[in-house]
């Protein structure tokens, strides 16, 4: 090759790489040399190293070779080793991704289109929505303007893969000499090389999912410190200690146990407490004695840590308190053999306008939030003691809606203007907060049947809002991307929790109420530091929008479902997923938690509540882990509805579940 | 190229009045405006998931538009989803089915219902972890192939195919029900608790899991307690009861069912005892058989051809007991005038004349088997009587000739022949040779109806049209001719301007009213005076 044919190319390439002081500087070399004597050191006799340059300068904007080296690549890793194969093909996606941006990027839209539709099939199972997502990007602008591809461009994608694979990648990129794809693999992966052999292909969630570039800020932040246990001197600890002496003193007396009992159900009808039939109560009893056996076994199992509150929580009134306590005492200990018992409220003639549905701590009210900007609350107690016979069947429901004196039998709280996306009870079941589209959040009285406080502050709807275990705080998450929170008194919010990529869109309180959590439409769930709003862990591994949250009660794992039916359950200290939870094939709209934590609830767009064992999951970790078995999640029961897609669950003190939907027609 | 092509840009560029617009522009427009569409949909697809559904509708895209702060989309907010259709011919052309809506229909149509207010019901969706079979809940699979645990097997060892028996799990409270149920029938002792266990039996919702055993016990039960005539009627009892409950799905169980309730109906001998009043139960199971076939004839199209089979067959047994054979004629009989009027009566006569020795209390000296006879006898008057009189109240068009015309030249001769025959069939002596003569009549009588039937008579039908009554018919009975003048009034009343299909359906009405007019007279020969209740005063001064 001419030599200076060579100096060409170089120029070429460094101003077209914008290098230019350094073409400057190799313009002025090439002067100085001239004259003198060139001593043509290497690079002009080297003829790979020609080659290379060649390579370099051939026509960079020339689509066709995206296209080439892609395919070629791709049929190498699909003829590769079986045992290495799905290493190998996991690098493929980034690759693929990055190709067709970059086409985009360089204005080749048509041939863009082409190679994305080409190879799109591939990475469909696992990647559907981002392809989706990435679909529409057309012209160079929409790299830009999009959020998701702006973080793809700038973020690396960590890889795991075994010395093996990696030595086998490199060696085939270096042999082809396929520099265009070394080269976005160079830009766009991280790898992590491990020895020893591949991993088994199914474990590792995290390596399939691509996230922006706060992969590395997550690790991070992971590693910060969080006091996930329990409140020290709470109620459960209380009741943990007079559970001990009550337990000694019934040794030498049984009737006061008759006569507790008796007081508690005077109390708990007084309080309309347990709601609408007393046999809801009778069977919580049944399992009284059981309870007492079990919880002392529990307690010895895992002794949570207690922190101090970081919030100054409100003061509770000792009546509340007590009929809490005697909930506590009265619960049944559920367990993989011992079921709980669900009662179903089905919402009849929504005419699809039900958004949300939410049902208060003792079931005994349930709200409903509507698309015309209404919220009806019922008064499940009052209902049943009304028409005893009113469960027959849906002939009655005329009837039924329209009270003993011709009125309707709910509470229509007006003064939202756009769709009521959520609402929730207090503790107590005194107030109920509803946001909307908006902007708003309200705070009604269910005493006065009056919206009390209007809360300003969010830009875009709000999607949640959730009381705090204690009451009087509550946190909220909108399309403005941040999560905030309040407390009842003040109309501005205390904390502004910003962060996530995309839209907020449900948010959880964690038990001890110094944290909060929150699943986002980027597909990440994070949980925040209420004292200080900083962002204190990332949960990464779902592959599509996260509609609903649960914490477990001693504080120490979380459940998180998402758009597709996948239910994970997280370990709150090491951020890691302990068990994805497979079984609901679409939206997983609540989740909840048993009062002892041993049963994980889910509802579903798939008109099934199903139960998860989760002491099973969680405890047999270790043990399986040697054994490879990763199928340690264990789907109990599932309960099929008629055709009504679950939108809430909740399990009262007392561990009976209650589920709440609205009765859709069958498409026809 | 994307999902809208630079055409889409040009035609919308042209729909709102922008002629001018450069190829250039419109292929640069084009990729903005998909993704743009894009972005609207991604929000809205957001709105749809908060708003819990899953189907996206336009009110979730006018959301989104409001989330971008654009102008919503107007006139497509009618609440349900767009269903659209794929043109045909085209392989991506759609449209939304709108149909032309006429202002005249709008107008006339009755007001909508007010849509019904939002409610909640509440149900247990599982009590302890086990689903309640309540109408509320999904229904189970009651029989449920054990997947799981073949899957299971054949992860863990080699392929061997393990079939479990297939469990059919009762809840504890269901089982003690049914023993609760079972105790009461059998146990005889308490006839107000008893009849309590049946009013819950015909209305309890979520009985339907016992229904195979209930089905079950009862053929059981009858089998082994033929003689116990109490036990019998219970049990008879409880299966209307499960018959009437509308939350039972009990058509599977019914070919179990139907050998216990024909036992009942036609068994030789039911209890024990001469006081148990077994014609109540012969009865009552009759009336069951009827409710029956009421209810699943339709489905089960076989069940009522295979009952009456098998009650003809024991009627038309001259061995079997006349206890069988009363079982047989009420149970024939609860099925309907026709069944009657083609099985029975088409046998009357040659039954009768089995009978008739054992009604004259001279020649039967059993006084036990006199008593049956009787029984039998009134049964049949009454089967008889029941569908002489139904068929007379069937045809409503029965043309009721005007009074003048009765009054008419017709009066004498139908007056004067019912008085004969009357008289003939109160002279018990002269029976003998009127049987003959009605047992070649008697099946005239019957055949035009019997389409299937053989085709000497046919023949003529045809021509029928016109003069059917006088040819179906031998015209030897005096009706015949008085039918033939009623027609002749008709026909001057009527006019000449009388289309031909008017005339067919006349011939036919006329020919159902001569059949029906035979009949009578054939019954009143048999029966004598004893008929005479069952028939409407209109159609007796018409026929007799």
Not at chain 1, 150 to 179: A, F, G, M
Not at chain 1, 201 to 215: E, K, N, R
Not at chain 1, 422 to 433: I, Q, R, Y
Request: proline share 5%; glycine share 6%; hydrophobic share 35%.
């Amino acid at each position: 090759m001419d030599p200076e044919q060579v100096d060409e190319f170089v120029m070429g390439y460094l101003k077209k790489k914008g290098f230019n002081s350094a073409a400057k500087q190799l313009q002025e070399a090439l002067h100085h040399n001239n004259g003198g004597t060139f001593n043509s050191t290497d690079y002009h006799n080297d003829p790979e190293l020609t080659k290379l340059i060649r390579s370099f300068s051939q026509s960079e904007n020339d689509p066709t070779r995206y296209r080439d080296g892609y395919s070629k690549l791709r049929s190498w890793a699909y003829n590769s080793l079986d045992l290495y194969k799905h290493e190998l093909l996991r690098v493929m996606y980034p690759v693929f991704i990055h190709c067709y941006m970059d086409l985009v990027g360089k204005g080749h839209t048509r041939e863009a289109r082409a190679f994305f539709n080409s190879f799109r099939k591939d990475h469909e199972m696992i990647h559907l929505r981002d392809l989706q997502k990435l679909e529409g990007v057309l012209v160079p602008s929409h790299l830009e303007e999009m959020e998701f591809a702006r973080s793809l461009r700038q973020s690396k994608v960590n890889i795991k893969i075994c010395q093996y694979s990696y030595d086998l990648l490199l060696q085939y990129l270096h042999r082809t000499e396929s520099t265009l794809m070394l080269g976005i693999i160079n830009e766009h992966i991280n790898f992590q090389v491990y020895s020893g052999q591949p991993n088994s292909s199914s474990d590792d969630i995290d390596a399939v999912t691509i996230v922006g570039s706060f992969q590395e800020t997550a690790d991070h932040i992971n590693q910060k410190e969080i006091q996930w246990g329990l409140l020290e001197d709470s109620l459960e600890d209380r009741l943990e200690k007079t559970g001990s002496l009550l337990s000694d003193s019934e040794k030498g007396q049984g009737e006061s146990k008759d006569g507790d009992v008796d007081d508690s159900k005077k109390r708990s009808n007084e309080i309309g407490k347990q709601g609408s039939s007393l046999k809801k109560l009778k069977k919580d009893k049944a399992g009284n004695a059981t309870a007492k056996v079990a919880r002392q076994e529990t307690s010895i199992v895992s002794p949570a840590p207690r922190v101090k509150p970081e919030l100054a929580l409100p003061v509770m009134s000792t009546d509340v308190e007590e009929s809490i306590l005697e909930d506590l005492r009265n619960r049944v200990q559920l367990s993989s053999v011992a079921m709980p018992s669900v009662s179903f409220y089905t919402f009849v003639n929504t005419h699809n306008g039900l958004n949300c549905a939410s049902i208060s701590h003792d079931g005994s009210l349930v709200a409903g939030g509507f698309s015309d900007s209404s919220i009806k609350v019922w008064n499940m107690a009052k209902i049943g003691q009304a028409g005893s016979g009113a469960l027959q069947g849906e002939s009655d429901t005329n009837d039924q809606n329209v009270g003993p004196n011709g009125r309707r039998n709910y509470t229509l709280l007006l003064g939202h203007s756009g769709p009521v996306y959520s609402a929730t009870f207090s503790p107590p079941g005194d107030f109920v907060l509803s946001s909307s589209a908006d902007t708003t959040i309200r705070l009604w009285s269910t005493q006065l049947n009056a919206n009390l406080v209007c809360y300003k502050g969010h830009n875009y709807p709000v999607w949640d809002v959730q009381f705090s275990p204690f009451g009087h705080y509550f946190a909220s998450c909108s399309h403005d991307r941040t999560a905030r929170i309040w407390s009842m008194d003040r109309v501005q919010p205390l904390r502004i929790m910003a962060g996530h990529l995309s839209d907020v869109d449900c948010v959880q309180w964690h038990p001890n109420c110094n944290y909060i959590a929150t699943g986002s439409s980027d597909k990440t769930v994070r949980l925040w530091d209420v004292q200080t709003g900083e962002c204190v862990r990332i949960f990464i591994g779902h592959r599509s929008m996260v509609l609903s949250l649960a914490m477990s009660p001693d504080g120490r794992y979380m459940a998180s479902g998402d758009e597709d039916g996948t239910i994970m359950m997280w370990d709150l200290s090491t951020a890691r997923c302990i068990t994805p939870l497979m079984g609901h094939n679409s939206c997983v709209w609540s989740l909840s938690y048993s009062g002892e934590g041993s049963l994980l609830a889910s509802g579903s767009a798939d008109c099934t509540v199903k139960l998860w064992d989760v002491t099973s999951s969680t405890k047999l970790t270790k043990a399986e882990e040697k054994n490879g078995n990763t199928n340690r999640l264990r789907s109990l029961r599932t309960f099929p509805t008629k055709s009504t897609p679950v939108h809430a669950l909740r399990f009262s003190r007392r561990n009976l579940l209650f589920a709440a939907g609205a009765l859709s027609k069958p498409a026809s | 190229m994307g999902i809208v092509p630079k055409e889409t840009i040009e035609v919308t560029a042209q729909s709102i009045g922008i002629t001018n617009l450069s190829p250039e522009a419109a292929l640069m427009l084009a990729p903005d405006v998909e993704y743009r569409v894009r972005e609207i949909m991604q929000e809205a697809i957001k709105c749809m998931r908060h708003s819990k559904r899953t189907t996206l509708t336009a009110s979730d895209v006018d959301g989104a538009l409001n989330l971008r702060s654009l102008e919503p989309s107007y006139g497509f907010a009618s609440g349900g989803p767009f269903r659209f259709r794929k043109a045909i011919g085209h392989q991506d052309l759609f449209y939304t089915d709108d149909r032309e809506v006429d202002f005249k229909d709008v107008i006339e149509s009755p007001l909508p219902k007010a849509p019904l207010d939002a409610g909640v019901v509440c149900h247990w969706l599982a009590i302890e972890g086990v689903q309640p079979a309540i109408p509320e809940n999904a229904t189970l699979e009651v029989i449920r192939a054990p997947a799981d645990n073949k899957i299971y097997e054949h992860k863990d060892g080699p392929l061997i195919d393990v079939r479990l028996p297939v469990k059919h799990v009762l809840s504890r409270e269901l089982q003690l029900y049914f023993q609760k149920i079972a105790e009461l029938t059998v146990s005889k002792s308490s006839p107000a608790l008893f009849k309590k266990a049946l009013v819950s039996l015909a209305s309890d919702s979520g009985l339907h899991p016992l229904v195979p055993y209930f089905t079950n016990f009862i053929a059981d039960e009858v089998s082994r307690g033929l003689n116990d005539f109490l036990l019998l009627f219970n049990l008879m009892h409880v299966v209307r009861s499960l018959l009437q409950n509308p939350h039972i799905h009990i058509e599977p169980y019914l070919h179990q069912l139907m050998p216990s309730i024909v036992t009942c109906l036609v068994s030789r001998k039911l209890g024990n005892r001469f006081a148990d009043n077994h014609w109540e139960l012969r009865d009552f199971t009759a009336n069951l058989v009827s409710l029956i076939c009421k209810r699943f004839g339709n489905t089960y199209i076989t069940l009522q051809s295979r009952l009456t089979k098998t009650l003809v067959n024991a009627f038309l047994d001259p061995k079997k007991a006349l206890t069988q054979h009363y079982g047989a004629i009420q149970g024939l009989s609860a099925l309907g005038h026709t069944v009657v009027r083609l099985l029975i009566l088409s046998n009357l006569e040659p039954y009768l004349s089995l009978l008739e020795p054992e009604l004259d209390a001279e020649k039967q000296k059993n006084q036990m088997k006199s008593y049956e006879a009787w029984r039998v006898y009134g049964a049949l008057l009454r089967a008889a009587g029941l569908c002489i009189h139904d068929r007379l109240k069937v045809f409503p068009n029965l043309p009721s000739p005007s009074p003048s015309f009765l009054h008419k030249g017709k009066g004498k001769i139908i007056n004067a022949e019912p008085r004969k025959r009357k008289l003939s069939a109160d002279s018990s002596e002269n029976q003998p040779p009127h049987k003959r003569l009605i047992t070649t009549d008697g099946p005239d009588v019957l055949r035009p109806h019997d389409h299937t039937g053989p085709a000497p008579m046919h023949v003529d039908k045809p021509i029928g049209n016109y003069n059917l009554p006088q040819n179906s018919a031998q015209p030897s009975s005096s009706e015949q001719a008085s039918d033939g003048e009623s027609r002749n009034g008709k026909e001057k009343e009527r006019g000449k301007s009388r289309a031909i299909t008017m005339k067919a359906i006349l011939g036919q009405i006329w020919k159902d009213d001569l059949d029906s007019g035979r009949l009578l007279v054939k019954l009143q020969q048999l029966y004598g005076d004893r008929i005479l209740p069952f028939i409407p005063s209109t159609e007796m001064s018409v026929f007799l």
